[in-house]
């Protein structure tokens, strides 16, 4: 498969299939939901995109899809937590008079280090 941007929308990328006999044919590819593992032992499922942090926001959680660490990593190996996201997408293709639908998965890893915490009074 060949992705090519799709516009102004990253979650709905094209792609080009080559399925086999069929030459041309096409497909949409939707992130049905991303499951986040922290590394501090939470795990955090979005289905949709998020909400990018604006300064009115000030110190509250993400409301549709945030994890707030509640201890620095300094005890994890490595002094990093190990995080992992990993995507499931829905794929819709047509091409050679058929269509049909795929689900892929794909995850990503990298670590990060919580140096410092800082109390918050969260109503």
């Known amino acids: 498969m060949d992705v090519e941007p799709a516009g102004p929308d990253p979650d709905r990328p094209r792609v080009g299939v ?3 006999r069929i030459r041309h044919g096409t497909a949409t590819a939707k992130v049905r939901n991303v499951v986040w593992s922290m590394g501090d032992g939470a795990q955090v499922t ?3 995109p998020g909400t990018p942090y604006a300064a009115e926001f000030g110190k509250q959680m993400a409301p549709d899809c945030g ?3 509640t201890r620095t990593s300094a005890q994890a190996p490595g002094g990093r937590y190990a995080v992992t996201a990993t995507t499931t997408w829905e794929i819709s293709w047509a091409g050679g008079g058929q269509t049909g639908t795929l689900t892929a998965i794909r995850e990503s890893a990298t670590s ?5 915490l800082q109390v918050l ?3």
């Open 112 to 116: 990060l280090a919580i140096g410092e």
């Open 46 to 48: 979005c289905t949709g």
């Open 18 to 20: 080559r399925l086999g």
């Open 67 to 69: 994890h707030m660490y």
């Open 121 to 123: 009074n969260v109503p």
